[in-house]
T-cell receptor, first 113, second 116 residues
Framework: DTGVSQNPRHKITKRGQNVTFRCDPI?????LYWYRQTLGQGPEFLTY????????KSRLLSDRFSAERPKGSFSTLEIQRTEQGDSAMYLC???????????FGDGTRLSIL | DQQVKQNSPSLSVQEGRISILNCDYT??????FLWYKKYPAEGPTFLIS?????DKNEDGRFTVFLNKSAKHLSLHIVPSQPGDSAVYFC???????????????FGKGTHLIIQP
């Protein structure tokens, strides 16, 4: 059973640079979610896709953040002009649908120098 | 304003005894609740869930209880084992009743330590 896969596991970049993360969900799951987690907090919801449609965005998702799921399979999360406050663990999850739990990947840890 | 609260940052339990982790919520629209377990450097792992039409759900050593009137849920682990030492997150969703699948709202977690 292949779980949710996220790449890269770690990303270190300078402030002001753009970064892109990739998430490959469990193959039969049509729903995909992005979360952000900082130290001492639980994951915070960013955005959600059903197939290729982005159906919900959190107020945490500023204009510098964009997510895509072009063919309803893998997804990318891009952060433009990174800031110190963007340092966090970015988690991806997928699920089959309603009444179905979300299954998480191991995340991408972003560090902004 | 935290909608899901886990008021105990840590809990220490002796191996073989019962571990009880608690969670309170404020949003009355939440209708689907989940517990996740997290080890360092890994993503959260799903443990057990419960919908608001039930007050109890059991899976092996794990049981979740939901008290809707008190807006409270708890996770019972019996018997506790050393491998249960981890951070446990309570999460809730308002999506089911709304016809969609909202993102989950998480508590801050409780660090469970099982002592030999």
């Amino acid at each position: 059973d292949t779980g949710v896969s996220q790449n890269p596991r770690h990303k270190i970049t300078k402030r002001g640079q753009n970064v892109t993360f990739r998430c490959d969900p469990i193959s039969e799951h049509n729903r995909l979610y992005w979360y952000r987690q900082t130290l001492g907090q639980g994951p915070e919801f960013l955005t959600y896709f059903q197939n290729e449609a982005q159906l919900e965005k959190s107020r945490l998702l500023s204009d510098r953040f964009s997510a895509e799921r072009p063919k309803g399979s893998f997804s990318t999360l891009e952060i433009q002009r990174t800031e110190q406050g963007d340092s966090a663990m970015y988690l991806c999850a997928s699920s089959l649908g309603q009444f179905s739990p979300q299954h998480f990947g191991d995340g991408t840890r972003l560090s902004i120098l | 304003d935290q909608q899901v609260k886990q008021n105990s940052p840590s809990l220490s339990v002796q191996e073989g005894r019962i571990s009880i982790l608690n969670c309170d919520y404020t949003n009355s629209m939440f209708d689907y609740f989940l517990w996740y377990k997290k080890y360092p450097a890994e993503g959260p792992t799903f443990l057990i869930s419960i919908s608001s039409i039930k007050d109890k759900n059991e899976d092996g050593r794990f049981t979740v209880f939901l008290n809707k009137s008190a807006k409270h849920l708890s996770l019972h682990i019996v018997p506790s084992q050393p491998g249960d030492s981890a951070v446990y997150f309570c999460a809730a969703s308002a999506g089911v009743s709304g016809g969609g699948a909202d993102g989950l709202t998480f508590g801050k977690g409780t660090h469970l330590i099982i002592q030999p």
